[in-house]
Nanobody
Framework: QVQLVESGGGLVQAGGSLRLSCAAS????????MGWFRQAPGKEREFVAA????????YYADSVKGRFTISRDHTENTVYLQMNSLKPEDTAVYSC????????????????????WGQGTQVTVSS
């Protein structure tokens, strides 16, 4: 079992930045691949970014590529999402997810591929 708690969301003007954190507890954090997803009102949950167990491989949705950066700190059991040049269309609830038995290099982009989810943190970008 893995418990995930997100933080760092808030209200920001367009063009601004936020850094989201996802703190993990429970089973050894280092054995899990991690991802960030978001869900806007009236829309389905969508993939944002993913990082492998090793941290060397990352993958991004086209809509955030070049603006968002995912990273992880094994010593802190935390994964981060640095979000720059935010746009109003980035407004959503952002959730982190963990996938066990992931190997060292794999990244995952589908909701169904993840085993554990956090409650989410609201990000609102004003125009």
């Amino acid at each position: 079992q893995v418990q995930l708690v997100e933080s760092g969301g808030g209200l920001v003007q367009a063009g601004g930045s936020l850094r989201l954190s996802c703190a993990a507890s429970g089973r050894t954090f280092g054995h899990y691949a991690m991802g960030w997803f978001r869900q806007a009102p009236g829309k389905e949950r969508e993939f944002v970014a993913a990082i492998s167990w090793s941290g060397r491989n990352t993958y991004y949705a086209d809509s955030v590529k070049g603006r968002f950066t995912i990273s992880r700190d094994h010593t802190e059991n935390t994964v981060y999402l640095q979000m720059n040049s935010l746009k109003p269309e980035d407004t959503a609830v952002y959730s982190c997810a963990a996938r066990g038995l992931a190997g060292t290099a794999a990244v995952f982009v589908l909701v169904s591929q993840y085993d554990y989810w956090g409650q989410g943190t609201q990000v609102t970008v004003s125009s």
